[in-house]
Structures are given as structure tokens and as C-alpha cells.
């Protein structure tokens, strides 16, 4: 079963204003199926295919030339000759959504889109279904725990799949294949370990120093490592907004992994009933929600302009948006019955900035509500409202 994304509107909207769109993501986020089914029209070439990149890199001029009506071309960070060559074509042609451009690299894609086609290309960042995506089309999990642990990868949802067997083929195809080769990492048993510390650190603040001594790396190494993992859309770095509130903020990133379902497979957690009882519990359905927030964004083809608050003293907003002077602040609690403290954090932020702070707390209860200090939303209800 195809499952309708949401950026496709993104994507067609672009398609109508650049020469150049290029979905970019995680392997198997399902950028191939969105390219092929809205641009069916047009031929399509991967470039992971050895005579297809050997062709382009060989004369990527003769290779162009046979797209008189544009095409869509997978993987295009293989041959970064090609860009230069597009941006001369699509010059002469001036013809608007004439090349459709995937990838799953984002170091390489954008340095290579930014030096050859500035201005050219409009960019949609394609991560594994939104929660809202399963719902609409009847396939999300009947559990918080079973979503938590199954993740959002399309291939969990169109066969029939067990995770750890699809997540254990998974890293061992493409994580450590790609990763390594961008890193050219010798001793995999030490990579593998750093990736398992990285994502028990899923939800806390980023100390490059700690981990890198808990898996044996510097924090040299560790902040390579960690910034390929975010290049290859495997983790993100949620920033601590600190504007206009003096120095006693932490300035230090957050660490989340984009997709619970590996997470939760390098962690060891193979089922609902073991999650319900693990100790992570509470990061893994944060790292969720704010990953959820995250693609909401992106899949309108907008920046996700996100961010946490942290003060020296340890009070904490868990996600934060600054949208147009008011702050929208959440707090992320995976407990299944709600409790009227959980407004206290948001309320000291609302102190530092009355009248422009709006509070919600995302549960992970089944009943939203209004209450005096703010919003409570069910988890479910979040996946609907962080569009």
C-alpha cells in the first residue's frame, strides 16, 4: 500500500517555480515512490545503478541530452559532475520543474546544489511518515507503545515485516555502508557502539565529550561522527533559544534520533511490553513528538524553526516556537494520566514573558482538554495539530 505524503503539495508548488526540485532525506524515507507517482510523466534513472553512473560521470552532457522533457534522477549526490551541467541546461531551457533531483547525503547534495544551482532549485526534506500520514490512511499502530517501537518507515507499512528484522538489514545496508564510507571507518564494533550510546542519548543535552569517552572516541571524533549521522538525516540537533534572556540559559544543543523505530532497535527494545516498562520510556515519546513537530514543518516545504529553553537552574520548556512575538511552549510527558503539575515548567516561562507565551502540555493520555494554565493534548490529537 502507498501511503499519500503530505509534502507532495510542497513538491508540486515548487515543481511551478524553480527549474530544479530536489527531495532530500533518510534511505528508504520514501523519496523514490513521491518522485515517481507525482512525476510519473517524466523518465527516471538512478544513479546508484553502476552503468547509469558511469554514464553520467563519463559525459554527463551526452547523459542530459537524452532528457529533452526533464526526468527525475535518484541519487544524485553519486555524480557530482552533473550539477554544473544541469545549471547550464535548465539555464537554456528556463522551463519550471524540468528536473526533479533525489538524494539521501545532505552534506554532499547541498554543498554541490548551493556552488551549481543557487536560485535554481527549490528543496523539500523528506523524513519517514508523519503520524498523521498513517492515521489518514488507517495503518497507524492501535498502541502508543507498538507506534513508539515500529517507528514510521514506509517499508514497516507495506510488508509484511517484523522491525528488528527490517531495522537490523537496515543499519547494516545503509547506515554503517554510507556512514562509514563518508567517515572511512575502520573498526565497525566501535562505530556500532557509538550509534547505540547516541541514541540512549536521544532527548538530552549533546555533551560530545561524555559520549566520546563512554564509546571510546575524542570529542573531535565524536563531533564528525555526530554531524555525518545529522547529514544523513539519522539524527538532529534541536538548538536552545536564548534570545534576549541574558547568560544564565544553556547554550548546548539537544540530541534526537528521527525515527523512534531505530532508536529503539539499537537501545535493544524489540516490543511494546518491553518498552512500556524501559527506563527511556519518556525520552523515546519526547524524541517522538518533537520529530513529529520537525516533519510538520518540512513537509510544507518550510524551515522548522524549533528550538528548547533551559536555564542554569534546570527549568526546562521541552519544544519551543517563536511565531510572530508569541511563544508556543510544550511540554512533552509520556504518562498516560495527566496531572496539573506538569503546567509548572511552562508556567515559570510565562512569568519571563507574560502575555505572550502559549502553553500546551502533549501526554500520553487519550483525552485532550482546556484547562486555566493552557492546552492539554492527547498525543493523538498533537499529530493533528502540529500541522
Known amino acids: 500500500m502507498i501511503i499519500p505524503r503530505l509534502a507532495a503539495s510542497a513538491v508540486e508548488r515548487l515543481a511551478k517555480g524553480f527549474p530544479v526540485v530536489a527531495i532530500t532525506g533518510p534511505r528508504q524515507s520514501g523519496k523514490t515512490t513521491l518522485t515517481r507517482q507525482l512525476f510519473a510523466h517524466k523518465p527516471y534513472v538512478s544513479l546508484e545503478s553502476p552503468d547509469q553512473r558511469q554514464f553520467a560521470s563519463e559525459d554527463p552532457k551526452r547523459f542530459l541530452a537524452q532528457f529533452s522533457d526533464g526526468a527525475v534522477i535518484d541519487e544524485v549526490q553519486r555524480v557530482p559532475t552533473l550539477f554544473s551541467w544541469l545549471q547550464g541546461l535548465v539555464d537554456d531551457r528556463q522551463r519550471m520543474g524540468d528536473f526533479v533531483l533525489t538524494g539521501s547525503s545532505q552534506f554532499e547534495l547541498v554543498r554541490h546544489m548551493t556552488q551549481s544551482l543557487a536560485g535554481r532549485v527549490g528543496r523539500v526534506e523528506l523524513l519517514p511518515l508523519q503520524g498523521i500520514e498513517l492515521r489518514n490512511a488507517g495503518q497507524q499502530p492501535e498502541s502508543l507503545d507498538e507506534q513508539m517501537v515500529k517507528g514510521h518507515y514506509p517499508a514497516l507499512y507495506s510488508r509484511d515485516l517484523l522491525p528488528q528484522d527490517w531495522f537490523a538489514n537496515y543499519a547494516a545496508t545503509y547506515v554503517e555502508r554510507d556512514v562509514r564510507q563518508l567517515l572511512q571507518i575502520k573498526d565497525l564494533q566501535l562505530f556500532q557502539r557509538f550509534l547505540r550510546l547516541a541514541a540512549a542519548r536521544s532527548g538530552q543535552l549533546l555533551n560530545l565529550s561524555a559520549l566520546g569517552a563512554d564509546a571510546g572516541v575524542s570529542s573531535v571524533t565524536a563531533r564528525e561522527w555526530i554531524g555525518v549521522l545529522e547529514a544523513s538525516y539519522l539524527v538532529m540537533r534541536l538548538p536552545p533559544y536564548f534570545e534576549n534572556f541574558g547568560k544564565r540559559l544553556v547554550k548546548t544543543p539537544k540530541l534526537y534520533f528521527l525515527d523512534t523505530g531505530l532508536m529503539c532497535w539499537l537501545l535493544g527494545i524489540h516490543s511494546a511490553g518491553v518498552l512500556s516498562t524501559h527506563p527511556m520510556r519518556g525520552h523515546i515519546f519526547e524524541t517522538m513528538m518533537v520529530v513529529e513537530a520537525y516533519k510538520a514543518a518540512l513537509n510544507q516545504g518550510r524551515p ?43 508556567g515559570k516561562f510565562e512569568k519571563l514573558n507574560p502575555g505572550q507565551v502559549r502553553s500546551t502540555v502533549v501526554y500520553g493520555g487519550a483525552e485532550s482538554s482546556t484547562r486555566t494554565q493552557g492546552e492539554v493534548w492527547a498525543w493523538q490529537h498533537a499529530l493533528e495539530n502540529f500541522l
Not at 527549568?315 to 511552549?329: P, Q, S, T
Not at 510527558?333 to 506538569?342: C, E, L, R
Open 304 to 346: 522548522a524553526e524549533l528550538y528548547f529553553w533551559r536555564d542554569r537552574a534546570g527549568d526546562e520548556i521541552d519544544l519551543l516556537k517563536a511565531n510572530g512575538g508569541v511563544f508556543e511552549c510544550f511540554e512533552i510527558k509520556s504518562g498516560a494520566t495527566f496531572t496539573p503539575d506538569w503546567f509548572r515548567q511552562l
